[in-house]
Each structure stands twice: as structure tokens, then as C-alpha cells.
């Protein structure tokens, strides 16, 4: 059987809860979670909303006017994970405040390169778990793995994994009755995006990584073409 026990996976959980309450989009994380752990892959939990997190698309924004921001600390655990998982729950049928200045946190990255001048977040997996009482499910898990292929991860298929209670007030994912620990659809999407997640983050970790050819900025701006149809392009 393949092992997966020199993997890590880095939780970033958007919920607009600081962890001292308890949150609705953790309970589902912590099913992907334990599918990993119980593989060997070292497991970190982020809350967001305990940290000062500072607007802005720069790797460090103190260098920009703000006083404080615990970011950079939270972006050299990014870069330190085989997978990165983000976990939002569902306002206005949209991912969370606290989610999108994570994403834009992430993009201030983004210009960064790794050692064979790709972006530096390509070799690493990417995937996302969504809980709500409204509709909106779909839409945030399109706009999320959208952002994390952009940035460079690499997003195997069936990636995302949501919760969607009765439209309106009413129990959240893991609220007594709420039915959502005994879905079933719920807990095989959520156990399939672990499992494809461990997957492409082992063959990612095995193969090095993508191949350079055809995808170094640097390369592109000194005149390489990689094949482009008219090599006389500039």
C-alpha cells in the first residue's frame, strides 16, 4: 500500500469564529482530517479569525503601513505543506470575509519562485471543504479551487467537500439532528477529497514536482516559446 506518512496537510479554517467557539466548518474538516491522520500525514489546524491577519496582496504587510500582521507566519506553514485544505463556511451564498483575505493573502505569494523558477506554490495539492445553511456550496468551492490552480496547486479530482443544511435559519453541520454527520453524500465526498488529495500530493512529492519546460516565467520574459505556434511572438 502507498504511504503517505512524510506528507502534511496545513487546515486553513475561515470560519468568522475565533476557536475558543466552536465551529460548524471544522466539524467537517476534522473528517478529512482523520482520514489523512490515519494514514500518517502530519496535520495543522489554522484559525484564521484568531490571528491579525492585515489586508493586502504583499507577502508582509508591516512593510506597507500596518502595525501588525501575523501572516507571514502563517504563509511558511503554507509553503511548508504537501496540501493545503481551506475550509469556509457560507454567507450571502458566498465563501467568508475572513476566507477571501486569506486567498488574497495567498495570491501576495504568488510572484514568488521555487528553485527551478516556477511559481512557488506549484508540487503542492490543494482542495477545500464548505459548510452552510444556505445554497452556495458549488459556487464556493468553483471560486476557491479556481484561486488555488491559479496561484500554481495542483487540484485533483473531487477536491471539495460541503454541508448544506434547509435553506434558512436552522441546524448547522454539527448541531444535534442536524443530519449532517449521517449524510452520506456529505461523508463520501469529504473521504474521497482526502484520499485524492494524499494521492496527488504523493505523486507530486515523488515526481519532484511538475516539469519545468514549458511553464518559467523568467524563461518566457529572456525569449523561450516552448513550442508557442509562432516563434517569431513577442
Not at 496537510?9 to 467557539?21: G, H, T
Not at 494524499?198 to 511538475?210: E, N, Q, S, V, Y
Request: aromatic share 8%.
Amino acid at each position: 500500500m502507498t504511504a503517505y506518512h512524510d506528507l502534511s496537510a496545513l487546515f486553513i479554517n475561515c470560519s468568522l469564529k475565533p476557536s475558543r467557539e466552536p465551529s460548524n466548518t471544522e466539524a467537517l474538516m476534522q473528517v478529512s482530517q482523520g482520514v489523512m491522520a490515519a494514514n500518517g500525514v502530519s496535520i495543522e489546524t489554522i484559525r484564521a479569525a484568531d490571528l491579525d491577519i492585515a489586508p493586502g496582496v504583499q507577502p508582509d504587510m508591516r512593510e506597507h503601513g500596518f502595525s501588525r500582521d501575523d501572516w507571514p507566519d502563517v504563509q511558511a506553514k503554507v509553503m511548508a505543506a504537501d496540501i493545503l485544505v481551506i475550509g469556509t463556511p457560507i454567507w450571502l451564498g458566498d465563501k467568508s470575509s475572513i476566507c477571501t483575505r486569506v486567498v488574497e493573502r495567498l495570491y501576495g505569494y504568488s510572484g514568488k519562485l521555487n528553485d527551478k523558477g516556477q511559481s512557488a506554490y506549484y508540487g503542492r495539492a490543494g482542495g477545500c471543504v464548505i459548510t452552510g445553511n444556505e445554497d452556495g456550496a458549488k459556487h464556493c468551492a468553483m471560486n476557491l479551487l479556481y484561486s488555488l490552480q491559479h496561484l500554481g496547486y495542483a487540484i485533483p479530482p473531487q477536491a471539495d467537500a460541503g454541508w448544506v443544511g434547509e435553506a434558512g435559519p436552522g441546524p448547522s453541520y454539527a448541531d444535534e439532528d442536524s443530519g449532517g454527520p449521517q449524510n452520506d453524500f456529505t461523508q463520501r465526498n469529504t473521504t474521497f477529497a482526502a484520499w485524492n488529495l494524499m494521492h496527488m500530493a504523493r505523486m507530486l512529492k515523488d515526481a519532484g514536482g511538475l516539469p519545468a519546460y514549458g511553464n518559467l516565467p523568467e524563461a518566457w520574459e529572456a525569449g523561450a516559446r516552448f513550442d508557442h505556434p509562432n516563434p517569431e511572438y513577442r
